[in-house]
């Protein structure tokens, strides 16, 4: 039986505009892109923490932890005693599970957005592709990019988890920047340079761009 045949969209009674005016800001998607230690993670949580303090919602979509259960791997699903899922919906890290991770995040990061709340995503995506996917199907001026441009050494200099030092000794295979591709965005709304600035310099760069586009009022 083909059950999308019975699967209907429902519109619902409050409105978008209505959960965005109860919140005092609009909602939208900071889609944090860049190499594995390039900062993203940092970045983010250091602007949700500074949107907060102006009682703004916000919310962090973190790749390493959205892999532990929305995203999880066959491994950490049969830790968890779900055999029967894990080779079925486990994602590893081959293009193609790569694609489904960001094409889920990208309906996670929309609800959020739809509910009047700035989404904050922290993920390596290194497919342009992908991105521009999660784009579409928000609004316009919605899905706001933003990359964060560290050179590769200095991430390598990083290395916080000694991933590219595995990478290096051919340990790890398809690591993004080593032996994976990262396909550079073309146009993103937003550059941070994460090698010649702190996180909480960029952070602020961030809140100019949500306030100088009306997405939230003037913090300062």
Known sequence: MNTDTNVYWHDHIVSRAQRESLNGH????????GLSAAGKSTIANILDCKLHQHRIHSVVLDGDNVRHG????VQTLQQHHDEEF???FGLGFSATDREENIRRIGEVAKLFSEAGIIAITAFISPYRAD??????KLLPGEFIEVFVDTPITI???????G???????GELKGFTGIDAPYEFPLSPELVLLSGEKSPD????????????????KATR
């Open 26 to 33: 609009k909602g939208c998607v900071i889609w944090l892109t």
């Open 70 to 73: 929305l995203n999880a791997g």
């Open 86 to 88: 894990s080779q079925q």
């Open 131 to 136: 991105r521009d996917r999660v784009r579409k």
């Open 155 to 161: 991430c390598e200099a990083r290395d916080p988890k």
């Open 163 to 169: 991933l590219y030092k595995k990478a290096r000794a």
């Open 201 to 216: 310099i960029l952070s602020y760069e961030v809140i100019a761009f949500l306030e100088h586009n009306s997405i939230i």
